[in-house]
């Protein structure tokens, strides 16, 4: 077999420049999926299914990669959604979705799930919109007990180009219940400076902190300057082609912890329902 079958797509030969790309069906761009990297936990089912995942580290979920213990990275493309979740160990796992930050994909669905704190089982019943019956405000998730976290989370689907690992770019990182506070953080220096987002680069890092059932290790965020010229070349045609597309990541389940507000003992106050 000719050894062109595999030659890099940076070394094609002359003849293969002649075919331009063509559409391959009627696929459209809903059906791009993202490879994933998940910050491991003590219970990360990686741990289990394979020898190089080791928790705080990173870990890339196509490539089954472990990328080490920080990342350095440039931020490409957002999104802000909501997701209410399952309790953990329903295997419906994630219930509904409002891709767009705002509306439920699917409206006026019923659901019913078993939580604990709890003693009877909770019916969740969506409108239109996610704030229309405050599934996104704290006392939500387990209605009467007004410290009970909120039943939609807010997520953070933040699309990732890796300088030091190109051949593993794009990935997703997502930050939702006890990630949300770092990327407010982050989005909050990303916005402080003068320069395209994709021009700026930063340290993923990984620190551990203590939940409502141990510790477990959350996302940090760190400035680390600014790309050269050729990488900002890159990361902005990724940028030009994420932009307005859907995609999706390729594994979506939550990495952090719930808030522990609640579990804490503390009321909610009027900043916390603001920042979910």
Known sequence: ????????????????????????????????????????????????KFNNAKVGTFWQTIASENMGEELLAIPIVIKKIYVLWAPRGDDRMILARASDGKHWDVPDLEFTVKRDGSPTPITYRLGKTVKENGMDDFGSSIPGDPRSIPAASLTYNMLWYFPEFPELSPSVIINTRSGVAPMRQLLSKIEAKSVAHYAQMFTIGAVQQQGPKGTFYNYSYTGAGFADKETCSITKAL???????????????????????????????EADNQKY
């Open 1 to 48: 077999m000719s050894n062109d079958m595999t030659t890099r797509e940076d070394q094609l030969p002359d003849y293969l420049r002649e075919f331009a790309k063509e559409r391959i069906g009627n696929i459209d761009s809903s059906d791009l999926v993202i490879p994933r990297v998940k910050l491991m936990q003590a219970l990360s089912p990686e741990l289990i």
């Open 239 to 269: 940028y030009d082609k994420y932009k307005e597309v859907e995609w999706k990541a390729s594994e979506e389940s939550a990495d952090t912890p719930d808030s522990d507000s609640f579990r804490a003992g503390r009321q909610p106050t």
